[in-house]
């Protein structure tokens, strides 16, 4: 049984960074890419960035790139999401996800993180 937990979450104030953390458990996910998104109030879901578990593909959003960094630690079966010069819109539920690289979908997601950005 796959799972993933969300954690790093918080109230931060616009120009601070938060770290989210993604704990993946329950298969070996070598041939996983792990995603992150994000949901706010009355929004669609949006994608913020992926990466490959066996490393060589990194994607980003336009309205991310620069400002979030997506990594991970094999060691830990953990994927990170550092985020810098926060600002209110990026108030949201953030997600973590997970899906085999040569599917489309992502099968697995976790419960999700707040990260609320006060102005």
């Known amino acids: 049984q796959v799972q993933l937990v969300e954690s790093g979450g918080g109230l931060v104030q616009a120009g601070d960074s938060l770290r989210l953390s993604c704990a993946a458990s329950?298969?070996?996910?070598?041939?996983?890419?792990m995603g992150w998104f994000r949901q706010a109030p009355g929004k669609e879901r949006e994608f913020l960035a992926a990466?490959?578990?066996?490393?060589?593909?990194?994607l980003y959003a336009d309205s991310v790139k620069g400002r979030f960094t997506i990594s991970r630690d094999n060691a830990k079966n953990t994927v990170y999401l550092q985020m810098n010069s926060l600002k209110p819109e990026d108030t949201a539920v953030y997600y973590c996800a997970a899906r085999l690289v040569i599917t489309r979908e992502y099968d697995y997601w976790g419960q999700g993180t707040q990260v609320t950005v006060s102005s």
């Open positions: 329950g298969r070996t996910f070598s041939n996983y890419r």
């Open positions: 990466l490959n578990w066996s490393g060589g593909f990194t």
